[in-house]
C-alpha cells in the first residue's frame, strides 16, 4: 500500500520534516523562498495534506487544485489570516494551527521591541557603529521611561496576557480593550478594562495583539494615531494590516506620536513608502516566534496534527472545528 503523501511548502525544522517521513510520503518545498499560488497549486496536487506557511493562500482554489483527497492543512503559525475557513469546510478539509507554544517568544519579542524603541536601541547602535559617538553626553539619546508607565493592550489572548506579565516586572499599569472582559485578569493585574477611546488617550505604550480579521483591519489609522498621546509608544507584533502603515509613517514624521516597535508589515516584506528612512521606529522582520525551541515545537503540533488526522483523528488544534461536527 502506499503512503499517504504531505506537501510541506518550506522547510521547517529537520527533526519535524524527519517525523513526518516515518509515516508518509513527503515532498518539501527545496527553495528558500515562498512559492507563488499558481506553483502552490501545482505542487499540492493529489497530496493528502500540506503543511503551509502564514505566506501560503489557502482558499477553494488551492483546495480545488489538491483535490478531494486532501484531508488536512496545518499552519505552521498561530495566525490563520492565511485560510479561507468557510472554503475548507465546505470542502471537508481540515485546517489547524499551532497555539501556545510561541506565547513566551512571542510576548519576548513585543517587549523587546517596546523596550528598544523606548531606550532609542536600534537607533543608538546604528550611530556607534557609524563612528559619531564622540563621548558620553547629558542631552544624548534620551527616552523614555517604561517604569510605572501605562501599558494599553489591545487583544488580551494568550499573547497579550503573556505581555502583560512581563510588564509586571515594571510595575506598569495595565489596561486593555477586548470584545470579552476578563474578570481574573483585572484581579492579577490589577488591570482595567477601558473602551477603545480610552485605550487610545491613556497609553503611553500601546501593544497589538488582536487577531487580523475584516474588522480589525486599520483598527489603527490616522484617526486613532490622532486620539494617541505624543509621548505614545505604539507596538506592533500581531499582524500588518492592523495598523494602515501609511498613516503610522505620517505620525512618526509628524511626530504626533513618539514612535513605534514593528514586527509585521501591511505588505510584508514591503514597506510603506518613507517607513525606513524614520529614526523613531524599530523594524524587524517578523521574527516574533523565531527561536529554535519555539519554531520546533510549532512544527511538533502541525506534524502530530497531520498523523492524527491522515489516521482518522480529531487533530488537536482546529480552527474551523465545524468541519469536525460534520464528520462525527
Ligand atoms: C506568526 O506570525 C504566527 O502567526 O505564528
Ligand atoms: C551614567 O553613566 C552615570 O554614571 O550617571
Not at 517521513?21 to 518545498?29: A, E, L, P, S, T
Not at 553626553?137 to 510605572?148: I, N, W
Not at 501609511?246 to 513618539?258: D, G, H, M, P, Y
Not at 529614526?279 to 524587524?284: E, Q, R, T
Amino acid at each position: 500500500m502506499t503512503k499517504p503523501s504531505v506537501y510541506v511548502t518550506r522547510m521547517i525544522p529537520e527533526v519535524c520534516i524527519d517525523e513526518l517521513r516515518k509515516h508518509f510520503d513527503v515532498d518539501v518545498n527545496s527553495e528558500d523562498r515562498a512559492l507563488s499560488y499558481d506553483e502552490l497549486k501545482q505542487k499540492v496536487r493529489g497530496k493528502n495534506a500540506i503543511v503551509s506557511l502564514l505566506t501560503d493562500t489557502i482558499d477553494g482554489g488551492l483546495l480545488d487544485a489538491a483535490g478531494p483527497q486532501c484531508k488536512i492543512v496545518a499552519n505552521y503559525a498561530v495566525g490563520f489570516n492565511n485560510f479561507d475557513l468557510k472554503a475548507a469546510t465546505e470542502r471537508n478539509v481540515i485546517l489547524t494551527n499551532t497555539p501556545g507554544v510561541l506565547d513566551d517568544a512571542t510576548a519576548t519579542l513585543t517587549f523587546t521591541l517596546l523596550l528598544a524603541t523606548a531606550r532609542r536601541i536600534a537607533e543608538a547602535d546604528a550611530y556607534v557603529r557609524a563612528g559619531k559617538w564622540r563621548g558620553w553626553a547629558p542631552l544624548f539619546f534620551v527616552g523614555l521611561d517604561v517604569d510605572h508607565r501605562t501599558l494599553g493592550i489591545a487583544g488580551l489572548g494568550r499573547i497579550g496576557k503573556n505581555v502583560a506579565r512581563k510588564a509586571a516586572g515594571f510595575d506598569m499599569k495595565i489596561i486593555y480593550s477586548d470584545v470579552n472582559r476578563d474578570l481574573a485578569f483585572e484581579k492579577e493585574h490589577n488591570a482595567r478594562y477601558v473602551d477603545k477611546a480610552t485605550l487610545l488617550k491613556e497609553s503611553d505604550f500601546l501593544t497589538l495583539h488582536v487577531p487580523l480579521l475584516p474588522e480589525t483591519k486599520h483598527y489603527i489609522g490616522a484617526a486613532e494615531l490622532k486620539q494617541m498621546k505624543k509621548t505614545a509608544v505604539l507596538i506592533n507584533a500581531a499582524r500588518g494590516p492592523v495598523i494602515d502603515e501609511k498613516a503610522l509613517v505620517e505620525a512618526l514624521r509628524a511626530k504626533t506620536i513618539w514612535g513605534a516597535g514593528l514586527d509585521v508589515f501591511e505588505d510584508e516584506p514591503a514597506l510603506a513608502p518613507g517607513l525606513a528612512e524614520l529614526d523613531n521606529v524599530v523594524i524587524v522582520p517578523h521574527i516574533a516566534s523565531a527561536t529554535a525551541e519555539t519554531r520546533f515545537k510549532m512544527g511538533e503540533i502541525a506534524v502530530n496534527n497531520v498523523i492524527k488526522v491522515l489516521s482518522g483523528q480529531a487533530p488537536d488544534t482546529c480552527v474551523n472545528p465545524d468541519v469536525l461536527k460534520a464528520k462525527a
